[in-house]
């Protein structure tokens, strides 16, 4: 996963953004991403790119048993351990990859991380190592059609619309999100499909949140960027 967040400028606005709710996780991704998940009440429980700590307390107050809430950042590491380092909750700081655990975990979860990632396989390869058998691995990403090709929307006489192209060139992709350089991985959404069950997972579910999925002003159907083109998928595969 890119360092980006230890960019101090970058993580600024990102911290404005992401404590205040107001992007796409709160809107999109989370009123998806948690139905998903079912019952966590005591499972152990993996969250790779944890961030600020957000899944990691809603599975606790959702009794799950255990919640390991791991990321690389620096930044998002010290600001999640302040936060929330009272409510029983194990942070760690690192990557996922370098990570030895000694027990399997039930549930993995991942918020708005694997874009990040360079190489699937064996980021994929792990997950499965580290569930228990009958575990599930449920992640969210930016969706391909976005990743493709990250120059932001265009707008004519007919309105606002995405540009899509070089959606079949997958690899790295570089884009300005509050500062210039900001690296992501583009990959096909079957490259990732292919990889998950390469591993030995079986795919149980996948969703790409829509506003149809939830209440919206009229005045925001007219504004909002999420209904032109879809933000992100959400993935659950079971092992």
Known sequence: ???????????EQYKRLRLDDTGLNGKMEEPCMRPMMGDVSGLRVLDIGA???????????HNAGEVVALDPSENMFSHATALHGDKGIT??????????????????VSSMALHYVDDLAPFFAKCYRDLTEG????????HP?????????????????????DYFQEGERVQTWFVDGVRKTH????????????????????????????????????????????SIVVIKAGK
């Open 1 to 11: 996963m890119a360092m980006i967040y230890d960019n101090d400028e970058f993580f």
């Open 51 to 61: 961030g600020f700590g957000h899944q990691a307390v809603w599975l606790k107050e």
């Open 91 to 108: 942070f760690v700081h690192g990557y996922y990859e370098e990570q030895v655990f000694g027990e399997a975990f039930d549930l993995i």
């Open 135 to 142: 575990g599930q691995l449920i992640f969210s990403m930016e």
């Open 145 to 165: 059609v976005c990743t493709a090709n990250p120059t932001g929307y265009s707008e004519d006489e007919g309105g606002k619309f995405w540009r899509l192209t």
């Open 187 to 230: 990959r096909k959404l079957s490259t990732v499909l292919n990889a998950l069950m390469a591993c030995g997972f079986t795919i149980r579910q996948v969703e790409e949140p829509s506003p149809l999925d939830r209440e919206y002003p009229e005045s925001e159907k007219k504004t909002d960027y999420f209904w032109i083109r879809p």
